[in-house]
Structure formats: structure tokens, C-alpha cells
């Protein structure tokens, strides 16, 4: 079992920056696959940012440039470092961990509000 924690969502204007957070823990493989995963209201579940433990990364299209996503392996840590945040990026974030098996385990998810 895997447990993740994020952290970091919160409430800002747009052209803000924002932070999350994501702290993995239990039975963490060597390698494994790290994203972040965004829903709003009304929407399905979409692709953010994803990292594996080479730190190899992929954006969504709509994100590049102005998110970027790291990872600590040693801490089993990840963070998602949101700048030029727009109205369209409202959604709850959500951390998720993809171990070599294939099996996906998320976190309960931050609320990020982007105001105009």
C-alpha cells in the first residue's frame, strides 16, 4: 500500500503562483511514476504533469511553459510549481503514484482557486 499527502493548494489571483505538495509513503518502489492529475467541476479527470525516478517529465499542453514539476526521491516527495496561474487552471489537484506493476494509487486531493 501506498499513502499520499498533498498540500500547497489555496486560493489566488490570476497570474499568481502556486505551490503543491505531494508526500508518498509505505510500500514505495525503487521505480515508479509520479503525476499530478486535475479536476474541476463539471469536467473529467485530466493529465497535469507526470515525473519518473530518472526525472524524465510530460506536461499537458496546456500547462507548459508555466508549470513545472520535480520530485525528491530520497524523500518520496514530488511538487508541482504552478506561475502565470489562469482561471481555466480552478480544480481540485491531485497526487498520483504509478508503481512498476501498473497499479495507481492517488491522494484525497487540494482545492486550487485561480480568481480573475
Known amino acids: 500500500q501506498v499513502q499520499l499527502v498533498e498540500s500547497g493548494g489555496g486560493l489566488v489571483q490570476a497570474g499568481g503562483s502556486l505551490r503543491l505538495s505531494c508526500a508518498a509513503s509505505?510500500?514505495?518502489?525503487?521505480?515508479?511514476?509520479m503525476g499530478w492529475y486535475r479536476q474541476a467541476p463539471g469536467k473529467q479527470r485530466e493529465l497535469v504533469a507526470t515525473?519518473?525516478?530518472?526525472?524524465?517529465?510530460n506536461y499537458a499542453d496546456s500547462v507548459k511553459g508555466r508549470f513545472t514539476i520535480t520530485r525528491d526521491n530520497a524523500k518520496n516527495t514530488m511538487s508541482l510549481q504552478m506561475n502565470s496561474l489562469k482561471p481555466e487552471d480552478t480544480a481540485v489537484y491531485y497526487c498520483?503514484?504509478?508503481?512498476?506493476?501498473?497499479?495507481?494509487?492517488w491522494g484525497q486531493g487540494t482545492q486550487v482557486t485561480v480568481s480573475s
Open positions: 515525473i519518473t525516478t530518472g526525472g524524465s517529465t
Open positions: 509505505g510500500s514505495i518502489f525503487r521505480i515508479n511514476i
Open positions: 498520483k503514484y504509478n508503481d512498476p506493476s501498473g497499479r495507481d494509487y
